[in-house]
């Protein structure tokens, strides 16, 4: 699949709380980042270690979820191991999200995608 076809499975996932999907169509450094960021929460809290609940992570701890689904997904750069994606939904609203190619598969940077985000 190209980047674009990945990236409306991925939403269509994130749509219906296909956590495990989800979370196997993130870039690995996505997932280590978010990871990281719920041991640090977890310890911050006072709360003991537990094996990463990709789940809890994403829609507890991220709270991600999917407001509108998108009209269109476009390539918005050249595509080479990294592609940038415009993605417009209702209302003409659009975000850019960016895709990397990991093991011969697109993957979401979601890290970078939330970097880019105003």
Same mark, same amino acid.
């Given at each position: ?17 296909? *956590? ?11 997932? +280590? ?23 809890? +992570? ?15 997904v476009a390539v918005a750069g050249p595509i080479s191991n990294t592609v940038r994606l415009r993605v ?8 850019? +999200? ?14 970078? *995608? ?5």
């Amino acid at each position: 699949l190209g980047p674009e076809e990945t990236l409306n499975r991925f939403l269509a996932d994130l749509r219906f709380g296909r *956590s495990e999907q989800v979370w196997a169509g993130l870039s690995q450094g996505s997932r +280590i980042q978010l990871e990281q960021q719920h041991a640090e929460r977890r310890k911050v809290a006072g709360l003991p270690e537990q094996k990463p609940d990709p789940a809890k +992570i994403l829609f507890a701890d991220l709270g991600l979820n999917l407001l509108s689904p998108p009209e269109s997904v476009a390539v918005a750069g050249p595509i080479s191991n990294t592609v940038r994606l415009r993605v417009t939904v209702e209302q003409g609203n659009s975000a850019d +999200i960016y895709m990397v190619q990991e093991g011969g598969a697109w993957r979401g940077d979601l890290a970078k *995608s939330l970097k880019a985000t105003p």
